[in-house]
């Protein structure tokens, strides 16, 4: 499986942006997507995941509903919605794949991206006050 990120940049707090993954590769579609970011010194954080069998999501609780996922019409690009851009939304941020039907109910806890069997390249996001 191999995804690409991509759609960063350096806003003012309160702006709205939103990154692309693009998924492809066989069995594709049997993998959970989801969205990880990392600060500079910090460690990289579930942000939110997407369910491929029911294409619901599951947010790590650190963006508190600012941010949401969706998937394209053609089902190989899913998109991050950030609103309110705060200035600690400044990361690099990365989407990823685990092979699984839903969502882990473990979704967001420390050290979490270690369960991730792919990644693309990150895309940064700066976020000014």
């Known amino acids: 499986v191999q995804l690409q990120a991509s759609g960063g940049g350096s806003m003012q707090a309160g702006a709205s942006l939103s990154l692309s993954c693009t998924v492809s590769g066989r069995w594709a579609s049997d993998y959970v997507i989801g969205w990880f970011r990392e600060a500079p010194g910090g460690r990289r954080e579930a942000v939110i995941c997407l369910s491929p069998r029911d294409g619901t999501t599951l947010n790590g609780g650190s963006v508190k509903g600012r941010f949401t996922m969706t998937t394209g019409s053609t089902k190989n690009t899913v998109y991050l919605q950030m609103n309110s851009l705060e200035p600690e939304d400044t990361a690099t941020y990365f989407c990823?794949?685990?092979?699984?039907?839903?969502?882990?109910?473990?979704?967001?806890?420390?050290?979490?991206?270690?369960?991730?069997?792919?990644w693309g390249r990150g895309t940064q996001v700066t976020v000014s006050s």
């Open positions: 990823a794949a685990e092979r699984r039907d839903y969502c882990s109910g473990r979704w967001g806890t420390p050290g979490y991206a270690g369960n991730m069997d792919y």
